[in-house]
């Protein structure tokens, strides 16, 4: 991802200071960073769960806002960031998820939509990929990294259980039953959508207006606990 620095000229913000508040500056400004940093990621939670920037959003995606506590630099320089976690979850990246709500452009295909665009995925005559480059998965519920290997042992036609089977439905399947094309679980003979086909949606940029909810936090936040941390 992209990154955007905010920086801070400790003796512009306090004007004139005291032989006292000398001394007091350095650990104020620590402090000050400190917190900023952590009200920005709570400020980001905040705006993620906002109705109009996501209609849902996940317990792995509020926890990816994440910050680095302030390190110093130099003698007259310290460091803070604020940032989404890089980490892998099911291989996949929640900075990946989010880019294209940050940035603008089509939503990111996990490696599972990827994974139905192979044709020897499709249980069918026709020999068919379940999905194109332009289409995905997206799921109805809540699904688990060891349910999405499930089902996609089963798509391979690895795995084909009596009970608690997962198939595909497409469009010869729906064209007028009523359902949605997609991937089903039947259970006790009754079936229930799990994974609906979609074509990939396509996002304006800033739906998610990372940068700016991060900075404008960081700058409130730093002037006002610097002030607070120097006792005016």
């Known amino acids: 991802m992209a990154t955007q620095t905010i920086r801070f000229d400790v003796k512009q913000i306090l004007g004139k200071v005291d032989a006292i508040e000398k001394q007091l500056i350095p650990r104020a400004a620590r402090l000050a960073a400190n917190r900023a940093a952590f009200d920005a990621t709570v400020a980001l939670k905040e705006e993620a769960q906002r109705e109009d920037v996501f209609k849902k959003v996940n317990l792995y995606t509020l926890r990816a806002f994440q910050y680095q506590k302030p390190e110093r630099i130099n003698s007259k320089t ?18 990946d998820y989010l880019a294209p709500q940050i940035y ?8 599972f939509s990827r994974g139905l665009e192979n044709a020897a995925t499709y249980i069918g005559r026709d020999n068919t990929p379940i999905l194109k480059r332009g289409e995905i998965m997206a799921p109805v519920g809540k699904i688990s990294a060891h349910t999405y290997s499930v089902i996609m042992n089963q798509m391979r036609g690895k795995s084909r259980p009596k009970n608690n089977r997962y198939f595909y439905m497409g469009e010869k399947s729906t064209r ?20 609906v086909q979609i074509n990939t949606p396509t996002f304006r940029p800033k739906i998610f ?13 730093f002037n006002r606990n610097l002030l607070k941390e120097i006792g005016r």
């Open 209 to 221: 207006n990372f940068f700016k909810v991060a900075k404008d936090t960081v700058r409130e936040s």
């Open 104 to 111: 603008g452009g089509k939503a990111f295909r996990t490696p």
């Open 78 to 95: 310290l460091k803070a960031s604020v940032f989404i976690s890089p980490e892998r979850r099911q291989s996949n990246r929640t900075s």
């Open 176 to 195: 007028n039953s009523g359902y949605r094309k997609g991937i089903y679980k039947r259970q006790n003979k009754k079936l229930k959508l799990m994974l």
